[in-house]
């Protein structure tokens, strides 16, 4: 199980709930291991963990295997600008990270850090922090004071201290283009999931607490679970198909997600509100991921709730037809 190294809990607390039995991180015990340690280094921003990250992640920790080194992403926690332009969140992040393999997540505080320059980042973080014996990073990789560092520069300082640094080429997809974290954004915002699935390489998630809500869906005879929805990019308003994981449970729900400001009823704040199908158990406080499938329709405001009830009745029906007849076809085709 991967390790996290992070002196603010708070950042990745959705992670620590999710994973109920991993304990909280003993940041200092994890900061002695890796100092004791020989450690390849995985350094980016990873938001989202698209298919380019995940080739760079597949290549470091099949190498570090054969060279019976560490493997440990250093990333920033936080984004000094346009937070609210993230694919994923710390805690959305660390849990697709976590599938990497990787040994020990590093979340780094951009404060600390920001004033470095090329050769104090090497020498305090690479070396003194990290004891890197080896180097992955992109090929747009920058670092240091105002982005002063490159992958050039980055290479001459690591060779003068005997370390390898290996750098990822651009990772295409299927038309050819670039993979980026900026596309996959652009796409989200689209609501063009099945294209956002083939950069990811995996579903957009959101993972968050189940808070109270205004319980009008409960009323109208489709409860829904409420999460807290900020610092990161959001698709259309909109009712989307989705997948369910919930915390302390191996079941993979189905059901439809409406994200929005509900403007029926007039609520006025972003919220995101799923209806789990098949599932009445009270999980308030509890963390649940969700996997976005399918845009079903845009957000519209309705004429009465009677009117809006009727529409989410349509909207559950034809998700639960599109869920088995996927699931006949997949049957028919094994």
């Not at 993230?86 to 992040?93: A, L, M, R, V």
């Not at 309705?302 to 009745?313: A, T």
Request: net charge positive; charged share 30%.
């Amino acid at each position: 199980m991967i390790k996290f190294i992070t002196k603010n809990l708070a950042e990745i607390k959705e992670i620590i709930g999710y994973y109920i039995n991993t304990g909280i991180p003993d940041y200092h015990k994890n900061i002695e291991e890796i100092k004791k340690s020989k450690n390849t280094v995985i350094l980016g921003n990873f938001d989202g963990v698209h298919k380019g990250h995940q080739i760079i992640l597949e290549k470091a920790v099949k190498q570090a295997k054969e060279k019976n080194l560490k493997t440990i992403v250093y990333t920033f926690s936080e984004y000094p600008k346009n937070k609210q332009t993230k694919i994923t969140t710390c805690s959305e992040k660390a849990y697709l990270l976590s599938k990497s393999k990787i040994d020990y997540l590093y979340l780094e505080q951009f404060e600390k850090v920001k004033n470095y320059s090329p050769k104090e980042f090497v020498e305090k973080v690479l070396i003194d922090t990290l004891n890197a014996n080896e180097v992955y990073c992109g090929f747009n990789f920058t670092f240091g004071k105002d982005k002063s560092g490159n992958v050039d520069i980055l290479k001459k300082l690591l060779k003068k201290k005997n370390i390898k640094l290996n750098v990822q080429d651009a990772v295409l997809d299927e038309d050819g283009e670039v993979i980026s974290s900026t596309r996959v954004r652009n796409l989200v915002k689209k609501g063009d999931f099945d294209k956002v699935r083939e950069l990811l390489g995996h579903n957009f998630i959101i993972l968050g607490e189940v808070v109270y809500g205004k319980q009008l869906g409960r009323v109208i005879g489709f409860p829904t679970a409420n999460l807290k929805f900020e610092n990161k990019i959001y698709p259309e308003f909109g009712v989307y198909g989705v997948k369910i994981h919930i915390q302390d449970n191996d079941i993979i729900y189905n059901g439809v997600m409406n994200i929005g400001k509900n403007p029926t009823v007039d609520v006025g704040v972003l919220s995101v509100e799923t209806n789990i199908f098949d599932f009445n158990e009270d999980i308030y406080g509890k963390i649940i991921l969700i996997e976005v499938l399918e845009n079903i329709r845009r957000e519209k405001k309705f004429g009465s709730v009677e009117e809006l009830k009727e529409q989410i009745g349509k909207d559950v029906y034809y998700w639960k037809n599109k869920i088995l007849d996927k699931d006949k076809y997949q049957k028919e085709n094994r």
